[in-house]
């Protein structure tokens, strides 16, 4: 079992079992199991759409959220910034531990590249901000915009 915080404070727990697959996909129609056999296609959704993974992550903790008397509506509301990110990451894990170890051990290695690459994609994009040519880059790009017309595609090129 993992745990993530939301940003009213309250704790849950992300359990998988077969009972929480099945929920999962009666209440928001994702398949969890696909996991393994869709090219990642699954984790990528997932992880790029905050709103469906919020969907999940509160089926997956209905009971939880049931039990405390929080609705779809609270939990959402309280599910920004670092807390989706702790929660993906809570169900990833969670997600990886439910399968047989063979199934398992792949899966976590996949989990492990992904972080990396995406680790390194976070900063790659940093340094090419904190690049001075994307400054000039920019500063040009305004410049040509400023003394441009509407049509003119060759920007302010001298009449001949």
Not at 55 to 62: G, N
Not at 114 to 121: A, G, L, P, V
């Given at each position: 079992m993992k745990t993530f915080t939301d940003n009213a404070g309250r704790t849950w727990t992300v359990a998988l079992n077969v009972t929480t697959l099945k929920r999962v996909k009666s209440l928001c129609g994702v398949d969890l199991l696909g996991v393994v056999s869709d090219g990642g296609q699954l984790i990528e959704r997932l992880v790029s759409d905050p709103?469906?993974?919020?969907?999940?992550?509160?089926?997956?903790?209905?009971?939880?959220?049931?039990?405390?008397?929080i609705t779809?509506?609270?939990?959402?509301?309280?599910?920004?910034?670092?807390?989706?990110?702790?929660a993906t990451t809570a169900l990833l894990e969670e997600l990886v531990d439910f399968f047989p170890r063979g199934k398992r051990e792949v899966?976590?290695?996949?989990?492990?590249?992904?972080?990396?690459?995406?680790?390194?994609?976070?900063?790659?994009?940093?340094?090419?901000?904190?690049?001075?040519?994307?400054?000039?880059?920019?500063?040009?790009?305004?410049?040509?915009?400023?003394?441009?017309?509407?049509?003119d595609s060759s920007g302010s090129a001298p009449v001949s």
């Open positions: 709103v469906i993974l919020c969907d999940v992550i509160f089926a997956v903790c209905k009971e939880e959220a049931d039990a405390k008397s779809d509506a609270d939990f959402g509301g309280a599910m920004a910034g670092d807390p989706i990110e702790a899966l976590r290695r996949a989990l492990g590249k992904m972080r990396q690459y995406e680790e390194k994609f976070l900063k790659a994009a940093v340094l090419k901000l904190e690049d001075p040519k994307m400054d000039e880059a920019v500063d040009r790009a305004i410049e040509k915009a400023l003394h441009s017309t509407p049509g």
